[in-house]
């Protein structure tokens, strides 16, 4: 299995511009999530899903971002429009199942800068 | 939210040193898992414990996980340059999800 796949791999953007960030999450997992990592921040979750159903957005950090995964192998989240406060590394990551007993196999992430 | 607080955030070490860092949390985990994230990298497992007092080892790393299950550690040996990078404890949230300690960022010296 080639792991959680994320694109891009680096993503630099202006200020005010739409920003998609794709996942594929291992097949067969059931659970997918969005984290956010910044050096003052630390690693959020920002979202998360089971069986393509959106669960938890309370990390969210505003309206601005949204979140879908419209099957099982893909999910996007999306900044629009974006702000240099966005600017970080956002890592998907995917498990067989839920809870905090399974591990997380995170993708290699996408760094997105906002200028 | 449930919180797990990891010190320190910095460790300078010489190469073949010892490094630990700590993981805490006001409430009693019912779990604690362990990632590496090397630079430039993302998130890898290490280890998940379970049971009150707790010990794995890994080669080097020694994993614990408090009597009162609110606290763990990951004690390194003689450290080589390949232990570089960020060491993250993660435990259960009030939804049961894993929520991630700050980190600690070893940096080794060769």
């Known amino acids: 299995d080639a792991g959680v796949i994320q694109s891009p791999r680096h993503e630099v953007t202006e200020m005010g511009q739409e920003v998609t960030l794709r996942c594929k999450p291992i097949?067969?997992?059931?659970?997918l999530f969005w984290y956010r990592q910044t050096m003052m921040r630390g690693l959020e979750l920002l979202i998360y899903?089971?069986?393509?159903?959106?669960?938890?957005d309370s990390g969210m950090p505003e309206d601005r971002f949204s979140a879908k995964m419209p099957n099982a192998s893909f999910s996007t989240l999306k900044i629009q429009p974006s702000e240099p406060r966005d600017s970080a590394v956002y890592f998907c990551?995917?498990?067989?199942?839920?809870?905090?007993?399974?591990?997380?196999?995170f993708g290699q992430g996408t760094r997105l800068t906002v200028v | 939210g449930q919180q797990v607080m990891q010190i320190p955030q910095y460790q300078h070490v010489q190469e073949g040193e010892d490094f630990t860092t700590y993981c805490n949390s006001s409430t009693t985990l019912s779990n604690i898992q362990w990632y590496k994230q090397r630079p430039g990298g993302h998130p890898v497992f290490l280890i998940q414990?379970?049971?009150?007092?707790e010990v794995k080892k890994q080669k080097r790393l020694t994993f614990q996980f408090g009597e009162a299950k609110k606290n763990s550690s990951l004690h390194i040996t003689a450290t080589q340059t390949t232990d570089v990078g960020t060491y993250f404890c993660?435990?259960?949230?009030?939804?049961?999800?894993?929520?991630f300690g700050g980190g600690t960022r070893l940096m080794v010296k060769p």
């Open positions: 993660a435990g259960p949230d009030a939804g049961n999800m894993l929520t």
């Open positions: 990551a995917s498990s067989p199942r839920g809870g905090a007993y399974t591990e997380a196999f």
């Open positions: 899903f089971n069986n393509n159903v959106p669960i938890d």
């Open positions: 097949s067969g997992h059931d659970y």
């Open positions: 414990l379970v049971k009150s007092g």
